[in-house]
Structures are given as C-alpha cells and as structure tokens.
C-alpha cells in the first residue's frame, strides 16, 4: 500500500468520527429543545430559556 491508500482509510475514519458526533449532537438537541423553538424565526429565543431556567 502507498501513501494515497492510507490517506484514503484516514478519510473515511474521519468521515466516520464526524458522523457519529453529528448523530450524537442531534439526539442531543433533539431532546434538550422543543421542536418549535427549533424551527422559530426569533432571534436571541433560546439564549432566554436557557436563561430563564436557571437553578
């Protein structure tokens, strides 16, 4: 195997890893926010529930 071929599996980790934190950010989001303040338009909307929900 040359160079190119371990370049080669080096990118398709790394497509891998950043996959898999894509999928685990998501399942993060998803159960952290509502689904509508997600897809709201307002500007500065979750910096004040976080905000707001302080202990």
Do not use: P
Request: cysteine-free; overall charge negative; charged content about 25%.
């Amino acid at each position: 195997m040359d160079f190119w071929n371990y370049l080669e599996y080096a990118a398709w980790v790394l497509i891998v890893l950043f996959g898999g934190h894509m999928l685990i950010d998501l399942a993060r989001v998803d159960s952290t926010y509502d689904n509508d303040l997600l897809t709201s338009s307002r500007e500065g909307e979750i910096e004040r529930t976080q905000e707001l929900h302080k202990l």
